[in-house]
């Protein structure tokens, strides 16, 4: 089934985010050292370096999960750093975000999971049903509204989030490392709703991952972060999701390359 989300129209051109100068350190531990980034609207922008090298606290940053010690960010022309905490949270309903742990409530099913969103939105009660209907039917789960974390694969559970993530037609998603914990197939899998939510709702993608496979595949330009400074910043000729081959002989050809089986 194709379901298009209804969302706000978004401009091509100019810059949706910008970070100015930005730093954070953790008591003696400088995390980002003056960081500055600028992100495009309808751009899916990758950031990629080491463990350690502040990239997942650059994107936590961009929404004012945490706060910077000095510097600006600026997401949809709104200064983020210099808003009142009402005007904040009004602004950050524009930015969803998703993780590499899913973050869905164990005791809650699908809906109960995706509608939560909403309701801390004040959406309107009448409009919610159909609203995380729609959203699950955007990442191809509408059959399993009625199940439970417990009951859904990786892939399954990060669509989940994906959908929480869209039910406010956010303008900027969060990525945070949200293949790492899965499969090559269910990582192509998730790739695609990523790279459909940004070509047909015109969304900002920003994915941090040390995967440089997974950066390749959908990012059009790439920051690479070294010891929470930004190292450079290049375009990326994306390459494409890879298929992945799901029968036990693919996996046995990919192992035996240039070797031998072993059927002892």
């Given at each position: 089934m194709?379901?298009v989300?209804?969302?706000?129209?978004?401009?091509?051109?100019?810059?949706?985010?910008?970070?100015?100068?930005?730093?954070?350190?953790?008591?003696?531990f400088?995390?980002?050292?003056?960081?500055?980034?600028?992100?495009?609207?309808?751009?899916?922008?990758?950031?990629?370096?080491?463990?350690?090298?502040?990239?997942?606290?650059?994107?936590?940053?961009i929404?004012?999960?945490?706060?910077?010690?000095?510097?600006?960010?600026?997401v949809?022309?709104?200064?983020?750093t210099?808003?009142?905490?009402?005007?904040?949270?009004?602004?950050?309903?524009?930015?969803?975000?998703?993780?590499?742990?899913?973050?869905?409530v164990?005791?809650?099913?699908?809906?109960?999971?995706v509608?939560?969103s909403?309701?801390?939105?004040?959406?309107?009660?009448?409009?919610?049903?159909?609203?995380?209907?729609?959203?699950?039917?955007?990442?191809?789960?509408?059959?399993?509204?009625?199940?439970?974390?417990?009951?859904?694969?990786?892939?399954?559970k990060?669509?989940?989030?994906?959908?929480?993530?869209?039910?406010?037609?956010?303008?900027?998603?969060?990525?945070?490392?949200?293949?790492?914990?899965?499969?090559?197939?269910t990582?192509?899998e998730?790739?695609?709703?990523?790279?459909?939510?940004?070509?047909?709702?015109?969304?900002t993608?920003?994915?941090?991952?040390?995967?440089?496979?997974?950066?390749?595949?959908?990012?059009?330009?790439?920051?690479?972060?070294?010891?929470?400074?930004?190292?450079?910043?290049?375009s990326?000729?994306?390459?494409?999701?890879?298929?992945?081959?799901?029968?036990?002989?693919?996996?046995?050809?990919?192992?035996?390359?240039?070797?031998?089986?072993?059927?002892?």
């Amino acid at each position: 089934m194709n379901v298009v989300i209804t969302f706000q129209p978004i401009e091509r051109g100019f810059f949706m985010i910008k970070l100015r100068h930005v730093s954070k350190s953790y008591a003696r531990f400088e995390a980002v050292k003056s960081v500055s980034l600028t992100i495009h609207k309808r751009e899916i922008y990758g950031i990629i370096g080491a463990s350690g090298a502040g990239k997942s606290t650059v994107l936590r940053l961009i929404n004012l999960l945490e706060t910077p010690d000095s510097g600006e960010v600026e997401v949809n022309g709104q200064t983020l750093t210099s808003l009142s905490s009402q005007k904040l949270r009004q602004a950050r309903k524009s930015i969803g975000m998703i993780f590499q742990h899913f973050n869905l409530v164990a005791n809650k099913t699908v809906y109960e999971n995706v509608v939560v969103s909403l309701e801390l939105a004040n959406y309107p009660k009448k409009e919610r049903k159909s609203r995380v209907i729609e959203c699950l039917q955007f990442v191809g789960l509408e059959s399993f509204i009625d199940k439970y974390p417990a009951q859904l694969s990786g892939g399954q559970k990060q669509r989940v989030a994906i959908a929480r993530a869209l039910a406010n037609n956010p303008q900027v998603l969060l990525c945070d490392e949200p293949t790492s914990s899965l499969d090559p197939n269910t990582t192509a899998e998730i790739l695609r709703v990523l790279e459909n939510i940004n070509k047909n709702l015109g969304v900002t993608i920003v994915v941090v991952s040390h995967e440089m496979d997974v950066i390749k595949s959908i990012c059009h330009r790439v920051t690479v972060m070294a010891d929470g400074e930004v190292y450079e910043t290049i375009s990326n000729e994306r390459k494409g999701i890879p298929q992945i081959g799901m029968d036990p002989k693919y996996f046995v050809k990919q192992l035996t390359k240039g070797g031998e089986s072993d059927h002892a």
